[in-house]
């Protein structure tokens, strides 16, 4: 087994998070945002939108794209290098960081349903999309 090479890690994984920021951006500042505002205006707690929380969002895409990065490059030596395997570790992140939360959180109808389904849904095609194009930056 080779070792991980932490500046292919960090390229692939800026590729992957840059790509799940831009999908987070269109998807839930401009095509849900107006419904996102509304349900949280509903809850009495009307979203702030400043500078921070928007560098806050955008390190956390930078976050998830390095982890599914990082995760591919653990598992190829287990599940050979390419897309099946980008898919694997795509998909792990995504059931960590997007499903199982939503899961959590869905079911207490504090937000309209079709809201966490859609990010959930559109999230498993984003996360699996970004990391089969961090991974192909990947090289041991």
Request: with cysteine; glycine share 16%.
């Amino acid at each position: 087994m080779g070792k991980i090479n932490w500046g292919k890690v960090l390229l692939g994984g800026l590729v992957a998070g840059v790509i799940i920021d831009v999908v987070e951006g269109i998807l839930e500042g401009v095509i849900l945002g107006p419904e996102w505002r509304q349900a949280m205006q509903a809850l009495g707690h009307p979203l702030q939108e400043t500078g921070g929380k928007m560098a806050l969002h955008v390190l956390l895409g930078l976050a998830y794209g390095l982890s599914a990065v990082c995760l591919y490059a653990a598992i190829r030596p287990r599940f050979g290098a390419g897309p099946k395997t980008a898919f694997y570790a795509g998909a792990g992140v995504w059931v960590l960081g997007n499903l199982l939360p939503s899961v959590n959180w869905g079911p207490r109808g504090l937000v309209p349903g079709h809201l966490i389904a859609i990010a959930v849904a559109v999230g498993l095609v984003e996360i699996v999309a970004a990391t089969e194009a961090g991974a192909w930056f990947y090289r041991e």
